[in-house]
């Protein structure tokens, strides 16, 4: 049996604590907050668990064998490198860390000691991601021309990051995800209206096919907005996470083209069929992630959103700010430097 300690008891630490509390293998023995009312929280439904306002409890225990760091992203580097130099497995929220550097630090620090990085990229785990890589995979799609991604709504606004790195880590994970073809450079634009960290953005990622992915994040909407499309040769994928029902269609709907001679004669031809909504798996998406978690410490597997797969994310956003700064400049990704546009 695992013992876990929890760091940060604040909007998502209740749904991590829940969900690991449920899990079979793993025990929640330690939370740690700084606030007396999160505590008196954590002590109101979960009575058998052991309460500290010092992090320092949590990360030096002998009875905690993982873990969960649930904080604001600046303090993840210096948490999980104690965790880890103390023996920990480590339980990040997103985005993993906040540079490049931090990030492969923790991944070579835990291969040295042997011990499982997860970052909590929730939405690899929904029944709704797991579905589009299998058509992706099972070449449903056909090749894939475009990737397009809107997650808006009015707040919540942070004062430590900008509104792509509160949010477009969702998408970032899952196109990583679900994407074979890795990206090869980027464009951010983005203004600030209410503080001075941008509250809205539009990131344009480029591949190295005529794969183009588009990313539209904002804190100022008045409607709440959950929507992915992939365009592929073959059929065409929505993903409306806010619909309770038919979360995800295809379509079965696209352009032929046919090239008769010459360039003149090229005829292009729309094709219009049926729309259909398979079915997906309603199990929570986090309840999944733990128990993916667990078993992966207890069979030393690599789980899918690792150190690793943090660190791609991590660099997305690292680029995002480099081109926001410079408006909207391209970064080329490889080399993480400014390219002329």
């Not at 449920?22 to 700084?34: F, H, L, N, W």
């Not at 004669?265 to 667990?294: I, Q």
Request: glycine share 6%; net charge negative.
């Amino acid at each position: 049996m695992l013992n876990i300690g929890v760091i940060g008891y604040g909007y998502w630490g209740p749904n991590i604590t829940r969900n690991f509390s449920s899990t079979e293998g793993i025990r929640v023995s330690m939370v740690c907050d700084k606030r007396p009312g999160a505590l008196r929280s954590v002590q109101r439904d979960f009575p058998s668990v052991e309460v500290t306002t010092n992090f320092e409890d949590v990360l030096s225990s002998p009875k905690i064998d993982v873990v969960a760091i649930v904080t604001p992203v600046s303090s993840h580097f210096e948490l999980a490198k104690r965790a880890l130099e103390n023996g920990k497995h480590v339980f990040v929220e997103k985005p993993f860390t906040d540079t490049i550097e931090h990030a492969e630090i923790l991944i070579e620090l835990a291969k040295m000691k042997n011990l499982t990085i997860m970052v909590d990229h929730t939405f690899l785990f929904t029944g709704a991601v797991r579905t589009a890589k299998e058509l992706i995979q099972k070449d449903v799609l056909g090749k894939i021309f475009y990737y397009d991604s809107t997650r808006v709504n009015l707040g919540l606004f942070q004062h430590d990051v900008n509104v792509v790195w509160d949010l477009a880590p969702h998408d970032f994970s899952i196109m990583d995800y679900i994407l074979d073809e890795k990206p090869a450079a980027l464009t951010a634009n983005g203004i600030a209206h209410v503080n001075n960290m941008e509250d809205m953005a539009y990131v344009t990622i480029y591949f190295q096919s005529n794969l183009i992915a588009h990313f539209n994040v904002n804190w100022l909407s008045p409607v709440k907005v959950r929507t992915t499309l992939i365009g592929g040769e073959k059929k065409m994928l929505v993903w409306n996470d806010v619909n309770p029902d038919e979360k995800i269609k295809i379509y079965d709907k696209g352009v032929n083209v046919e090239n008769r001679e010459t360039l003149y004669n090229l005829l292009v031809s729309y094709r219009s069929g049926d729309m259909w909504a398979p079915k997906v798996d309603p199990t929570e998406a986090l309840k999944l992630e733990c128990r993916h978690f667990v078993e992966c410490i207890e069979q030393n597997k690599t789980p899918i959103n690792d150190g690793e797969a943090g660190l791609r994310v991590v660099r997305l956003l690292e680029a995002c700010n480099e081109s926001l700064k410079d408006r909207g400049k391209l970064v080329d990704l490889s080399g993480m430097h400014v390219m002329s546009a």
